[in-house]
């Protein structure tokens, strides 16, 4: 879902940078995932990562080329 919304933000000059991550989970052992972020704002699995105290392993940035950002206004974002 990640990787799927940056490709879609992108194509719409969105910039999003996205995380995988990996925590140890005590009923699973070792999990990892992969988030979307907007700057601070979560954009999709954020709050996974964040529940499951998930480490950076890596992030990839979007082209610096795109400029348009969005927040979040309870539940949805919005164009600034």
């Keep these: 879902r990640a ?5 879609m933000l992108r194509r719409r000059g969105v910039s999003t940078t996205l995380y995988y991550g990996a ?3 005590p009923a ?3 999990s990892t995932h992969a988030w ?3 700057g601070e704002v979560g954009i999709v699995g954020y709050h ?13 940035p ?3 080329q795109t400029s348009t950002s969005f927040h ?9």
């Design 48 to 60: 996974t990562a964040q529940r499951d105290r998930c480490q950076t392993l890596a992030c990839y």
């Design 28 to 30: 699973q052992g070792l």
């Design 23 to 25: 925590a140890r989970l």
């Design 72 to 80: 979040s206004t309870g539940g949805s974002y919005e164009q600034i």
């Design 62 to 64: 979007a082209d610096k």
């Design 3 to 7: 990787i799927a919304a940056q490709s």
């Design 36 to 38: 979307l972020q907007d």
